[in-house]
């Protein structure tokens, strides 16, 4: 899905193609579409290559990891993990890995902390701080609450001063009403 500030949608990807078909100069679609002529080159180059599906939006991930660590590895370091259960920094001594690696190893095979595991028999004993249930409302603002304090006595059809030379005007003549 393309982000919101794109310029071009799949929709307008088509269009450009269909445009340049039709026997428009590239440089005049690419500028009524406010693209450069080398990103509507791209479009029709994709386009010819792969079809309609190539003006679809792809993964941005890489089609390979070649510094990702090797499945033995990983094996290792997860059965020294049930084994031993303790956490990266003594795992470091027993596999040869650094800490670092064996905390994105326990991460990407979905093993617990230590601290949410029983000591004894390695077992989950905490659930997760995220809760499956959300607290969401059907409307934006439905729950909107305001708490109050204190209103304040403003005296009938009194306008307000605004500064503080007109705050002590108006405190003055108060005071003469109060007296008189």
């Known amino acids: ?8 949608t799949p929709f307008a990807r088509r269009l450009i193609v269909e445009r340049v078909q039709a026997g428009q100069p590239v440089a005049h679609v690419a500028k009524a579409m406010g693209v450069s002529r080398q ?23 890489p ?13 290792r370091v997860l059965a020294a993990r049930r084994e031993h259960r ?3 920094d003594q795992l470091t001594h027993e596999v040869g890995v650094p800490a670092r690696t064996i905390t994105r190893i326990l991460r990407r095979n979905g093993v ?18 995220t809760t499956a249930l959300r607290y969401e409302r059907d409307r934006p603002g439905e729950l909107v609450h305001m708490d109050v304090k204190k209103i304040g006595r403003i005296p009938d059809a009194v306008a307000l001063p605004v500064g503080r030379a007109a705050r002590v005007v108006f405190a003055r003549r108060l005071e003469r009403r109060a007296e008189g």
């Open 1 to 8: 899905m393309s982000h919101r500030n794109a310029r071009l």
């Open 39 to 61: 990103c509507a080159h791209r479009w029709i180059n994709r386009f010819n290559q792969a079809g309609i599906d190539g003006l679809e939006d792809r993964s941005s991930r």
């Open 63 to 75: 089609h390979s990891c070649p510094n990702q660590t090797a499945p033995d590895v990983e094996e």
């Open 86 to 88: 303790c956490g990266p």
């Open 112 to 129: 617990p902390r230590l601290h949410d595991c029983d000591p004894l028999t390695g077992e989950l004993i905490r659930a997760s701080k």
